[in-house]
């Protein structure tokens, strides 16, 4: 083959290069030489540097889930704003307006988690806003956070015992989610699993991100999902409400607590309630359905209600107790009737879940507990 002969622009090009710009050259190719690992590492940090930037903005635009509906945005020590309402705190620090310390009707304080703070629902779509919006002759005050684990330790307890006394309470209804049902501290019926640890160190230190980065929250929902599937809940312990019957002492050492805390309670001439809130596989064969397609695996006594009929049955007689299963049973084939998200928060942030009512289910509990349950309240 013949070669091509070198032309004069190449000539030129070579001719006008100064023995500084080889000098330079050379130097550049003998540190590429030396620091070959280095210079590697430094490539694969820029490559994974330009992905993330390039998966950030591609999820910014395509992730169908709103980064502020379990996050919320902090307007103020008073105020949090999240996708489906606002939440603001009292003086007191609870989840609630201001109370009136002058006010002089017999208290009523509602104790829970998520769902009693408002989670899926803001303020005043909650239940206790509408039990309180409707029934004038006792003074109703909201205690929930979330994080609460129910009835979980005597730490808990103590906690609702100084409230009763700090705010003169002579009833606390405890708003109870299925996953409230755990083991006692001590316990040697159930070992917390490694991810229990995992989870708070992750909630602890890479948490901050769940509203800045939507990769860390695209990732975080998928090992949520994934975690879930295996049959690990919220607290990164197995989810024992799931399977009631294979996880009857931890439902027995949940009811004991709460009997406990009746009896401190009643040392206090104070009165329990205790609502019992469903799932919403429980209520709904469309979403029983659909969580099933997802990967969710759960016991055939959960769908017959066994996890609230062992708790009822094992509560002390003075305490009164409410199975708000019943709330979504008031016509005709109602489970068949349902819809997955109808009443439930479905599919809007960064969890499968199948615990929050949404303002409708609220209103819907709401309504069932001024009519059928009155005297609980």
């Not at 050492?253 to 001439?269: D, E, F, M, P, Y």
């Not at 469903?278 to 990967?295: H, I, L």
């Given at each position: 083959m013949r070669q091509r002969s070198p032309s004069s622009t190449d000539t030129e090009a070579r001719n006008r290069r100064s023995p500084a710009t080889d000098s330079r050259r050379a130097s550049i190719a003998h540190f590429i030489a030396r620091h070959q690992r280095s210079v590697l590492v430094c490539w694969v940090?820029?490559?994974?540097?330009?992905?993330?930037?390039?998966?950030?903005?591609?999820?910014?635009?395509?992730?169908?889930?709103?980064?502020h509906?379990?996050?919320?945005?902090?307007?103020?020590?008073?105020?949090?704003?999240?996708?489906?309402?606002?939440?603001?705190?009292?003086?007191?620090?609870?989840?609630?307006?201001?109370?009136d310390a002058t006010d002089t009707r017999e208290r009523v304080g509602f104790w829970g988690d998520s769902i009693?703070?408002?989670?899926?629902?803001?303020?005043?779509?909650?239940?206790?806003?509408?039990?309180?919006?409707?029934?004038?002759?006792?003074?109703?005050?909201?205690?929930?956070?979330?994080g609460e684990d129910g009835i979980a330790d005597d730490a808990a307890i103590g906690k609702i015992l100084t409230l009763v006394e700090r705010f003169r309470l002579s009833k606390v209804v405890y708003a109870m989610d299925l996953n409230d049902i755990l083991p006692d501290k001590d316990s040697v019926v159930a070992q917390r699993p490694p991810?229990?640890?995992?989870?708070?160190?992750?909630?602890?230190?890479?948490?901050?991100?769940?509203?800045?980065s939507y990769v860390y929250y695209y990732l975080r929902l998928k090992l949520t999902s994934l975690a879930v599937r295996l049959g690990y809940g919220y607290h990164g312990d197995e989810m024992y409400e799931l399977h009631p019957a294979r996880n009857a002492a931890i439902v027995e050492q949940t009811v004991r607590r709460i009997n406990r805390l009746s009896a401190a309670l009643q040392t206090k001439g104070a009165g329990l309630c205790v609502l019992v809130f469903p799932y919403e596989m429980?209520?709904?064969?469309?979403?029983?359905?659909?969580?099933?397609?997802?990967?969710?695996?759960?016991?055939?006594?959960?769908?017959?209600?066994?996890?609230?009929?062992?708790?009822?049955?094992?509560?002390?007689?003075?305490?009164?107790?409410?199975?708000?299963t019943a709330a979504f049973a008031q016509m005709a084939n109602s489970s068949q009737r349902i819809r997955v998200g109808q009443y439930f928060v479905f599919n809007r942030g960064d969890a499968l879940d199948w615990i929050h009512p949404n303002r409708d289910g609220h209103r819907l509990i709401a309504e069932y507990l001024l009519k059928s349950t009155r005297s609980c309240l």
């Amino acid at each position: 083959m013949r070669q091509r002969s070198p032309s004069s622009t190449d000539t030129e090009a070579r001719n006008r290069r100064s023995p500084a710009t080889d000098s330079r050259r050379a130097s550049i190719a003998h540190f590429i030489a030396r620091h070959q690992r280095s210079v590697l590492v430094c490539w694969v940090v820029l490559l994974l540097f330009v992905i993330l930037i390039v998966a950030e903005v591609v999820l910014r635009y395509s992730v169908p889930y709103q980064m502020h509906y379990y996050t919320p945005i902090r307007i103020s020590n008073r105020l949090d704003s999240y996708s489906f309402g606002d939440i603001p705190f009292n003086s007191n620090g609870y989840p609630d307006r201001e109370w009136d310390a002058t006010d002089t009707r017999e208290r009523v304080g509602f104790w829970g988690d998520s769902i009693t703070s408002g989670v899926g629902a803001g303020f005043g779509y909650r239940y206790s806003d509408i039990i309180r919006d409707s029934r004038q002759d006792r003074y109703y005050m909201n205690f929930g956070g979330p994080g609460e684990d129910g009835i979980a330790d005597d730490a808990a307890i103590g906690k609702i015992l100084t409230l009763v006394e700090r705010f003169r309470l002579s009833k606390v209804v405890y708003a109870m989610d299925l996953n409230d049902i755990l083991p006692d501290k001590d316990s040697v019926v159930a070992q917390r699993p490694p991810l229990h640890g995992v989870k708070r160190l992750i909630k602890k230190y890479l948490d901050f991100l769940r509203t800045r980065s939507y990769v860390y929250y695209y990732l975080r929902l998928k090992l949520t999902s994934l975690a879930v599937r295996l049959g690990y809940g919220y607290h990164g312990d197995e989810m024992y409400e799931l399977h009631p019957a294979r996880n009857a002492a931890i439902v027995e050492q949940t009811v004991r607590r709460i009997n406990r805390l009746s009896a401190a309670l009643q040392t206090k001439g104070a009165g329990l309630c205790v609502l019992v809130f469903p799932y919403e596989m429980q209520v709904s064969t469309d979403a029983a359905s659909r969580y099933r397609r997802d990967g969710i695996r759960w016991s055939s006594e959960l769908l017959a209600g066994e996890p609230q009929k062992t708790i009822l049955r094992g509560l002390s007689p003075e305490i009164g107790a409410v199975d708000l299963t019943a709330a979504f049973a008031q016509m005709a084939n109602s489970s068949q009737r349902i819809r997955v998200g109808q009443y439930f928060v479905f599919n809007r942030g960064d969890a499968l879940d199948w615990i929050h009512p949404n303002r409708d289910g609220h209103r819907l509990i709401a309504e069932y507990l001024l009519k059928s349950t009155r005297s609980c309240l």
